[in-house]
């Protein structure tokens, strides 16, 4: 299992990482793909990689991020993704629950971000929080630019929206909550090849462990086994389609 999905630059995960990888190592969770969220997490999420072969980056800057972000700090990161270990750029997208009063700032870093997508042939993750439709109105003028809407919690009729629209969704562990019986059918009805499992730990830790634990790659597990449920296979089926997504979203090319 890969964990397509998570911040291991937080000091939550940072401070105890040995530890952190032991234990995903032990549940499967062999590989993970650390998101970086503004200039300065980027550069520490291509510097961890350097040290771990069985971590790869994604790096942007995070909606919530953009009040003390410079537009410029867009060009740094397109010197910085040339690194090996960035598979992606992002998160980048907007988010209306959290930063409801940076909306038009959410708007120039998603548009700069995807500029560079495009110019540099990088898939992209977004983060969406209460705006599919604005974010899907701006990736329409982005055609060719690959898109993964991660932890997805929108409704079925916006999922099938981005779906159509070519792109992938990811299942964090806000699937496994009691109160998100739309989100299972979501992922009930996902087609095989669209979608991936994360945890964006150290936030949203699933079910049954979110009261007790900071949330970590190995956890993914958890979300995968009530995505394999929801689905009606086993857990080993939803490992195969979201790592095979990976590696052609991501296009990771290691085993
Ligand atoms: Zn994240």
Redesign the pocket.
């Known amino acids: 299992m890969i964990d397509s ?1 998570c ?1 291991l630059t937080d000091p939550r995960l940072g401070e105890q990482l040995q530890g952190v990888l032991d234990r995903a190592a032990a549940a499967g969770v062999t590989r993970m793909i650390t ?1 970086g969220t503004s200039l300065e997490d980027d550069r520490r999420c291509v510097e961890l990689c350097r040290r771990l072969p069985q971590v790869r980056c994604a790096i942007g800057i995070h909606p919530n991020y953009v009040a003390e972000s410079n537009l410029e700090d867009v060009d740094e990161i397109a010197s910085l993704q040339m690194d090996p270990s960035v598979v992606a750029l992002g ?1 980048m997208g907007l988010d209306y629950h959290y930063s409801q009063e940076t909306k038009s700032r959410q708007r120039d870093f998603f548009i700069r971000q995807l500029e560079l997508a495009r110019k540099a042939g990088r898939p992209v993750v977004i ?1 969406c929080r209460e705006a599919v439709e604005d974010t899907l109105a701006i990736l329409r003028d982005f055609t060719g630019v690959l898109a993964l809407f ?2 997805f919690t929108g409704t079925l009729h916006e999922a099938r929206q981005v779906v159509d629209a070519g792109y992938y969704l990811g299942f964090g562990g806000a699937v496994t909550f009691k109160k998100s019986e739309a989100l299972r059918d979501v992922a009930r009805e996902v087609p095989t090849d669209r979608f991936v499992m994360e945890t ?1 730990a150290p ?1 949203l830790t699933p079910e049954p462990m979110r009261k007790i634990k900071i949330n970590e790659p190995a956890m993914v597990m958890h979300t995968a086994a009530v995505v394999a449920a929801a689905r009606g296979c086993d857990v080993d089926e939803v490992d195969r389609l979201s790592t095979a997504s990976v590696r052609r979203f991501f296009g990771w090319d290691s085993q």
């Open positions: 999905h911040h998101v998160e983060h991660h932890c964006d936030y």
